[in-house]
């Protein structure tokens, strides 16, 4: 059970769209549509926004989406906001009741 | 309103076993569809699945821990714990406690304890 690949860094500028890839294989991303993603501020703990691949969680503006294709899942944030920034962090349904993690990637606001 | 709050060490010689307890508030331990678990995170680096227990006492680990970690429950305290056998350097970060709707994801986290290993 390896973490799922993520791309270190995304960005862009207020207003614009940036998307974050989540890469597993056919025992996690591609196997279950459990995927969630997480939002984690500097300090804080992460905090669920996406869940089911593409639901949002209760309070998350629609600015986020979730889709999957295959073995890959995505985050996409539309009309980037400075609140946006923060460190993006993928998960799967791996079997078993356990979890698997991405890697993490780091969305900068230009 | 739930709240979980992890408390124990943050300070574990190496090779000893690191402990933690989480206390939940505002929500039974004991209730059906929810699981408890830990997540750990290295300084810098990515959140790591530590694994889970559910009201029956059923558990289950990572892969990568699995043959050092060991998850509790006390229901009447409302708790669970941690303790995770053999601590090394590698082992030092902030560890969450959480809790998971099964297969979906996980809903709350605690704030997380800090935890150093160093003699």
């Known amino acids: 059970q390896s973490a799922l690949t993520q791309p270190p860094s995304a960005s862009g500028s207020p207003g614009q769209s940036v998307t974050i890839s989540c890469t597993g294989t056919r025992s996690d991303v591609g196997g279950y549509n459990y995927v969630s993603w997480y939002q984690q501020h500097p300090g804080k703990a992460p905090k669920i926004i996406i869940y089911e691949v593409n639901k949002w969680w209760s309070g998350v503006p629609d600015r986020f989406s979730g889709s999957k294709s295959g073995n890959t899942a995505s985050l996409t944030v539309s009309g980037l906001q400075a609140e946006d920034e923060a460190d993006y962090y993928c998960s799967s349904y791996a079997g078993g009741d356990n979890f698997v993690f991405g890697t993490g990637t780091k969305v900068t606001v230009l | 309103q739930l709240q979980l709050h992890e408390s124990g060490p943050g300070l574990v010689k190496p090779s000893e076993t690191l402990s933690l307890t989480c206390t939940v508030s505002?929500?039974?331990?004991?209730?059906?569809?929810?699981?408890w678990g830990w997540i750990r995170q290295s300084p810098g680096k990515g959140l790591e699945w530590i694994g889970s227990?559910?009201?029956?006492?059923?558990?289950s680990y990572g892969p990568s821990l699995q043959s050092r970690v060991t998850i509790s429950m006390d229901t009447s305290r409302n708790q669970f714990s941690l303790k995770l056998s053999s601590v090394t350097a590698a082992d030092a970060g902030l560890y969450y406690c959480?809790?998971?709707?099964?297969?979906?994801?996980?809903?709350?986290w605690g704030q997380g304890a800090l935890v150093r290993v160093s003699s």
């Open positions: 959480v809790r998971s709707i099964r297969m979906v994801g996980l809903d709350q």
């Open positions: 505002g929500h039974t331990i004991s209730s059906y569809n929810y699981y």
């Open positions: 227990i559910y009201l029956t006492g059923s558990t």
